[in-house]
Structures are given as structure tokens and as C-alpha cells.
């Protein structure tokens, strides 16, 4: 079973899916780490951003210099985009291999897709459902994201701002959880939906 958990930036998408697999078993795929990991210097997928960018995103050792790639992306939507495109293709390739290697290790093995676009990539269309992750408090979702990307909190703000509202999570998938900051809380939800699991 393959299920998505989404939500905008800091909302606390990492903190679910430590639980799912600490508590769960539950076999984690990150979108965040595998663009990381593809991007790396004579990758095919960092070859294509750097047609559709530039070499001014490049540190000097060739690599990606993602602070800079962030700050163009999150100042245009057009050029956000433009990184989607590019982005999606290349991801969504190696979650579906991702998937297969698990499955073909164990048939019953139950797998999260841990994607903040899962719904613009449309790989929500390969999960069973989907759980929304929502941050009660947008004074500690910005604080995660400054703390995490070693930004200030302007520009943490700003790129929650160029993300998509709450509201469009909410509406879209078939779980929410609300994090508040309190780890027990966040576990009596997850226990929830996965007791809900065991019906299915």
C-alpha cells in the first residue's frame, strides 16, 4: 500500500513519517531528498535545470547551489514552474523505481511518499489516499523553516506565501493532521488513521 503525505513547507510532513516509521514500519520516500540526490554534479536531472537556468546557480565545484536556485524560484511563479516541469519528471521516475524495489523485497510492504507538490506532480494518483500535514501555528512552521534551510524569517515567509494555502490540502485529501507542536497529539492522530488502516 502506497499512501502520500503532503503539506506546505514546515508544516511538519517529517515529523509524521518518522513516526509511520518508527511505529509503523512504514517505508519512506522523499521527494526533497531524491531531487537532492539527483541534483548532484553530472546528473542528468542537474544538466537540465542548469539548461533552463543557467550556470549562475552552480557553486564553483559544479554542484547546485540551492539557495540560489530558491531565491529565483520563489521570487517568479513562472520560473517555478519552469523548475516543476523539469523537476517532476526526473522524481516521479525514481519514486516508481523506489517503489518497485520495495515491493519486489515484500508484496505487503507498506510504503509513504513524503512529497510537498505530490498533488502538482500527480502522484497522488499512485496512493491509496493521501494525509494532509497542517501547522496549527505558522509562527513555528516558520521557525522550522529557518531553522532547517538557514534562511531569515522573511524569506521563510515569503516562500510560504508562494505556496499553496491550507486550505488546499485540506479540500484535497482524505486525511488531515494537525501538528501543535505536541508529539503526543501527532501519534494519537497517526494511530487513528492507521487503526482505520486495518479495517480496509
Known amino acids: 500500500m502506497v499512501i502520500g503525505i503532503t503539506g506546505s513547507s514546515g508544516s511538519g510532513k517529517t515529523t509524521v513519517c518518522r513516526i509511520l516509521e518508527d511505529k509503523y514500519k512504514f517505508n519512506i520516500i522523499n521527494a526533497d531528498k531524491i531531487a537532492n540526490k539527483l541534483s548532484k554534479q553530472n546528473k542528468q536531472y542537474l544538466k537540465d535545470i542548469v539548461e533552463q537556468f543557467g550556470t ?12 540560489k536556485l530558491a531565491e529565483i524560484i520563489y521570487n517568479s511563479d513562472e520560473k517555478r514552474e519552469l523548475l516543476n516541469k523539469c523537476t517532476f519528471k526526473h522524481i516521479i521516475k525514481e519514486i516508481k523505481n523506489q517503489i518497485e524495489q520495495i515491493y519486489n523485497k515484500n508484496k505487503k510492504a507498506m510504503i509513504a511518499i513524503d512529497a510537498p507538490l505530490l498533488y ?26 529557518v531553522e532547517r534551510d538557514k534562511i531569515t524569517e522573511e524569506q521563510a515567509k515569503s516562500r510560504l506565501n508562494a505556496q499553496k494555502p491550507d486550505e488546499f490540502y485540506i479540500s484535497k485529501s482524505q486525511y488531515v493532521i494537525i501538528n501543535n507542536e505536541e508529539i503526543q497529539k501527532i501519534e494519537e492522530q497517526i494511530e487513528k488513521i492507521y487503526l482505520q488502516l486495518q479495517n480496509i
Not at 546557480?57 to 539557495?67: P, S
Request: net charge negative; charged share 35%.
Open 56 to 67: 549562475e546557480i552552480l557553486l564553483e565545484d559544479g554542484t547546485l547551489n540551492r539557495k
Open 120 to 145: 502538482e506532480a500527480e502522484l497522488d494518483k499512485i496512493c491509496y489516499f493521501v494525509i494532509s500535514v497542517i501547522s496549527e501555528s505558522k509562527e513555528a512552521q516558520i521557525k522550522r523553516i
